[in-house]
């Protein structure tokens, strides 16, 4: 086994190794550009050696540096993650020829089925069905429009060394093609140095679910289940889980066993990847094969108890796998979420800074659910502009979906993260989504649920009396407090108020009292308008101010919810909700709903940049007149080019910036007359 490994990556996969590693006895080293100095996998790894400047370019995608740092620390072998240098085969060539051990497939599977346009005409080769499209090279975007035209819209522009949804478009109809080309091509050089692309038909209302393949050098070959990834946004995967809830037992076998053949085929070593498109009526068809470990892995691990990083060392280290086919035995549920730095009200635009605060869930098992956090940054750590937007990999197991998916909604409403927007109120929200409870998904799903975007959510009447007994309770605990003060000038006096309301965003709930006294920890009934099931609710909390997440029962429902202090009241967020809450007396209430509103100001005018990031390119001048639909600029971000259009016919009466300048969020780019 090996003394010592170096890890080719960053951020939480890069600590998600180090783990296991440590577990096993092996010493580690991290590679670290600038950007990454005070990084978290830095910090856990036994070396450090760093590489270069922030830009990946120049600092993980470099593979003489390194190799570099393999010889200057002794490191055996490595470990490359996922991304960055994980699926090139001239990396894993050239370490073999230096004498260092790559933890992966061998150099002529990485070729074979690396690359998307390879790997499909392998496949269709080895008799595997395949998606219909073009498997070529295009020269140029006519030439997309034709081949585009020949399939049939819609199809799919693709970059062949993409992943993580970056290079990818879909065109519905001719007029789609031509910018759709330029920006995968675009998006695939910056992000992978290669701008192949090719196209192949887009199957609507598709399920997006994969097989996990574990191989060795001894010729076993086994495949762990499935994965249900349909849950993306912008092709990139947002919630995953183990098993898919569609798949019987037929279909599965038939999947894993055409993944296990392929992986065969081409002398496959280690972890991968066969990803599948599957229709309504579980015809599947192969899409692709990644050849490296998944960043959803954890869920598989979570249903089969078996260490995917552990097996894929053990196997570069010359060991047979030690279990059959016949051992594998998928146990229970898992889920896993994926928190991004972005902000949901804006179109899941990138979000970038520092974390004031990140208190993720307590890790480990209670009861019958095991909570599980996957990450690379801590309280303090910067979100950075030069890589992925990721803060964290939330799983939770559970021994049905349905317990899963709710002990993943209650670790979600308690995982607390300040300081930069993040993904957390779609996911609490979508956990309760009944089209994802019922498991009827495809990868259409958050565009077909969320036409509009994902706008803030308005509570229900029963929603609203489970915040107003948050919001009542807190108060309660806070004046409690205060009035026991030592140094208290005036000490407290006369009977506890019976009657309030609370101030629900803009709606009022009344509120009463049913018992006299305050007790810590917090036990009382509240009579709240709008409370089903009787108009008590039982209120019991052990909350103390200062803390960011309440947990206790309202009217016997187990709830979590984080609060945070704003100017004369709380922010409530709850499964997906956000609401401002108010306490007040009746008077002072009636006096509430006589305050003018303050309306928003008018940027009808203006171009605002959505998000921080570079300006890649203006794309009109100064006088010029814009029809509706028409480029205004394009902003790049975490190596996701955005591109501004305008919403109706204007004049460009003032540019503000240019051509490579970085703009903060809604700094003005243009303005129109």
């Not at 002398?267 to 599947?284: C, L, P």
């Not at 979600?412 to 956990?431: K, Q, R, T, Y």
């Not at 049913?514 to 909350?543: C, H, N, R, Y």
Request: charged share 25%.
């Amino acid at each position: 086994m090996f003394k010592k490994i170096l890890i080719a990556n960053r951020g939480e996969i890069a600590c998600r190794v180090i783990k296991t590693a440590r577990r096993m006895g092996i010493l580690t080293v991290a590679v670290y550009s600038d950007a990454d100095r005070d990084a978290l996998h830095v910090e856990m790894a036994d070396e450090a050696v760093h590489i270069g400047p922030a830009a990946a370019s120049e600092s993980y995608l470099v593979a003489e540096k390194i190799i570099a740092a393999c010889k200057a620390t002794g490191a055996e072998a490595v470990h490359p993650g996922y991304g960055f240098l994980s699926e090139r085969a001239s990396f894993c060539a050239e370490l073999e020829k230096q004498g260092i051990i790559f933890i992966g497939p061998k150099p002529k599977a990485i070729m074979a089925m690396g690359d998307k346009i390879e790997s499909k005409k392998f496949a269709n080769a080895a008799g595997v069905s395949t998606v219909p499209g073009h498997l070529g090279i295009i020269e140029d975007a006519a030439h997309a429009e034709v081949i585009a035209g020949e399939i049939g819209y819609p199809v799919m522009i693709k970059a062949s060394a993409g992943g993580g949804g970056k290079g990818m478009r879909i065109a519905w109809n001719k007029a789609d093609v031509g910018d759709g080309f330029e920006r995968a091509r675009s998006e695939a050089k910056s992000s992978f140095g290669d701008d192949r692309v090719f196209i192949e038909k887009f199957v609507v209302e598709p399920r997006h679910i994969e097989i996990q393949v574990l191989a060795d050098a001894h010729g076993n070959v086994v495949y762990l289940g499935e994965r249900e990834c349909s849950i993306q946004r912008r092709n990139q995967k947002v919630a995953e889980e183990a098993p898919s809830p569609f798949l019987d037992e037929a279909t599965r076998k038939a999947m894993g066993e055409q993944s296990v053949a392929l992986a065969k085929a081409v002398d496959y070593q280690s972890a991968g990847t066969v990803e599948f498109i599957v229709d309504r009526d579980r015809n599947f068809y192969f899409l692709e094969m990644n050849t490296r470990l998944q960043v959803e892995h954890p869920v598989t691990e979570l249903v089969t108890g078996i260490d995917l990083v552990e097996q894929m060392i053990r196997v570069a280290a010359g060991e047979p796998l030690p279990f059959a086919q016949q051992d594998i035995r998928l146990d229970g549920w898992a889920i896993e979420s994926r928190l991004y730095a972005e902000d949901p009200y804006r179109n899941f635009l990138p979000s970038i800074g520092r974390l004031t605060r990140y208190r993720p869930p307590a890790e480990g098992r209670t009861g019958n659910v095991v909570i599980r956090n996957d990450t690379g940054v801590f309280e303090g750590a910067e979100i950075s502009m030069y890589y992925d937007p990721m803060i964290a990999k939330l799983c939770t197991w559970a021994p049905t979906r349905p317990e899963a998916i709710d002990a993943m909604g209650r670790a979600l409403d308690g995982f607390v993260v300040d300081g930069i927007e993040h993904n957390v109120p779609f996911l609490s929200a979508l956990m309760k989504h009944p089209r994802w409870r019922e498991g009827r998904l495809s990868t259409g799903f958050i565009a077909e649920e969320y036409p509009d975007g994902f706008a803030p959510m308005k509570p229900d009447p029963a929603e609203e009396a489970v915040l107003a007994g948050i919001a009542l309770s807190a108060s309660l605990i806070e004046t409690n407090r205060r009035e026991r003060f030592a140094d208290r000038l005036r000490a407290a006096s006369g009977a506890l108020r019976e009657e309030w309301v609370v101030k629900i965003g803009d709606n009022h709930v009344a509120a009463r009292l049913l018992d006299g006294l305050i007790t810590i920890p917090f036990d009382m009934d509240i009579a709240i308008e709008g409370a089903i099931e009787g108009q008590s609710k039982s209120v019991v909390t052990d909350w103390r101010p200062g803390d960011p997440v309440w947990s206790g029962k309202v009217g016997g429902r187990d709830i979590t919810a984080q609060i945070r202090p704003v100017l004369n009241g709380l922010r409530i967020d709850w499964q997906g909700l956000s609401v401002i809450t108010k306490v007040f007396s009746p008077r002072h209430a009636e006096l509430d709903r006589l305050m003018p509103v303050k309306l928003p100001p008018d940027t009808s005018k203006l171009l605002l940049c959505p998000m921080p990031g570079l300006v890649v390119a203006i794309a009109v001048a100064e006088g010029q007149e814009v029809k509706a639909g028409e480029t205004l600029a394009i902003v790049e971000a975490m190596k996701m080019e955005n591109v501004l259009r305008a919403d109706r016919d204007l004049v460009i009466s003032k540019i503000n910036a240019a051509a490579g300048e970085s703009l903060a969020v809604d700094a003005v780019i243009m303005e129109f007359a």
